[in-house]
């Protein structure tokens, strides 16, 4: 057996058009100027008050950082009901899904800096309900890059890190995955460069869904 874990935002799904904007809201209900989007971009994958401190340049997590995560909690669901602001899976991954729980030797995981809370609204809104075996999110384990979500989710599937692949778009996704022992695949249509995942330790980069097939040797039939 072998099992996949992918991060969500900006693997599977493309949702920085949202996050991008409960953070700019949540920045302004605080008093601070509406950060650009590529601040953002460059915090998605970390667990959310790590990511707001960070974007505020703290060394670590504090009180004011902590009321704001709560505050980006608060308003989350309803920003995401507004039109325009929901999380579409990036073109060709429902094909590849599909593809990949047709197979008998892989184990679907999901590992990711969403809350459960966020994690299942994508699986209803996408069919991923019995998608992923096993999954970790902020809520369960440190944030990336600690490996913890990585090793738990190999544990509980019963499978060695040597036979398990991440595939993220971030940096903290090859660190966490290097650090765990396991493979570590990147993204080009996510949030982080190529060359950046490269340094990171990626094993291999997709250039589409589809090329994973190929490197995990699937026929797309």
Do not use: N
């Not at 996949?4 to 935002?9: K, R, T």
């Amino acid at each position: 057996m072998r099992l996949v874990l992918f991060d969500c935002d900006g693997t599977l799904v493309d949702s920085v058009k949202l996050i991008h904007e409960v953070m700019a809201r949540t920045f302004v209900d605080f008093g601070y100027a509406r950060p650009d989007v590529s601040e953002t971009k460059a915090i998605i994958g970390l667990t959310l008050d790590i990511a707001i401190a960070r974007m505020q340049g703290k060394p670590h997590v504090d009180d004011e950082a902590l009321a704001m995560t709560a505050h980006y909690k608060a308003i989350f669901t309803g920003v995401r009901a507004e039109p325009g602001f929901q999380e579409p899976l990036f073109d060709g991954i429902a094909p590849m899904m599909a593809r990949l729980e047709r197979e008998d030797d892989l184990i679907l995981g999901a590992v990711t800096g969403k809350s459960r809370r966020g994690l299942d609204l994508i699986r209803a809104s996408h069919g991923f309900d019995k998608t992923f075996f096993v999954s970790r999110t902020a809520d369960d384990c440190p944030s990336k890059p600690h490996p913890a979500m990585v090793t738990e989710c190999c544990s509980e599937a019963g499978v060695d890190a040597d036979r398990t692949v991440v595939i993220g778009d971030a940096v903290y996704d090859m660190q966490m995955a290097k650090a765990a022992g396991a493979k570590a695949i990147g993204v080009s249509w996510g949030y982080a460069s190529v060359p950046e995942l490269v340094d990171a330790g990626a094993d291999h980069i997709l250039r589409t869904p589809a090329d994973l097939l190929e490197w995990l040797e699937i026929s797309d039939a």
